[in-house]
């Protein structure tokens, strides 16, 4: 009987690794339009109280920085997760793919 055993995939060392370095390792190229918005603005400032869109985001895309209670949005961080078109009790988040060719890549080591 062999005993071969197969050769293991490299799998990056990410152990204890910041946020900040691992998004070091994704990079993005700008689209000139923004694949996020708002469906109802007033739902964000004059309804919604948590935020949800703001705490959910890994790459702090939303923040909630303006006196209007309106998130502003820096789509050209979006990890393209998908994680604030679901976290927002209000179905108010309007999210598509970023335009062909325009987007995050990621680099598995
Ligand atoms: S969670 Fe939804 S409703 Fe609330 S601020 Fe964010 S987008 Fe607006
Ligand atoms: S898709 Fe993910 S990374 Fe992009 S804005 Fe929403 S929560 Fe943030």
């Known amino acids: 009987m062999s005993t071969?055993?197969?050769p293991m995939p490299h799998v990056p060392d990410v152990e204890n690794a910041s946020m900040e370095?691992?998004?070091y390792t994704v990079?993005?190229?700008e689209a000139e339009e923004s694949h996020l918005g708002i469906e109802d603005t007033d739902v964000c400032s004059t309804?919604?109280?948590t935020y949800e869109c703001t705490s959910v985001c890994p790459a702090s895309v939303w923040k909630n920085d303006r006196e209007d209670g309106v998130p502003?949005?820096?789509f050209e961080n979006c990890l393209e997760c998908g994680s604030c078109r679901f976290a927002c009790?209000?179905?108010n988040v309007e999210w598509e793919?970023?335009?062909t060719g325009a987007g995050v890549s990621f680099r598995y080591g």
Do not use: M
């Open 27 to 29: 990079t993005y190229r």
């Open 89 to 91: 009790p209000y179905d």
């Open 72 to 74: 502003s949005i820096a």
């Open 47 to 49: 309804t919604c109280t």
């Open 21 to 23: 370095d691992r998004l």
């Open 97 to 99: 793919y970023p335009e």
């Open 4 to 6: 071969k055993t197969k």
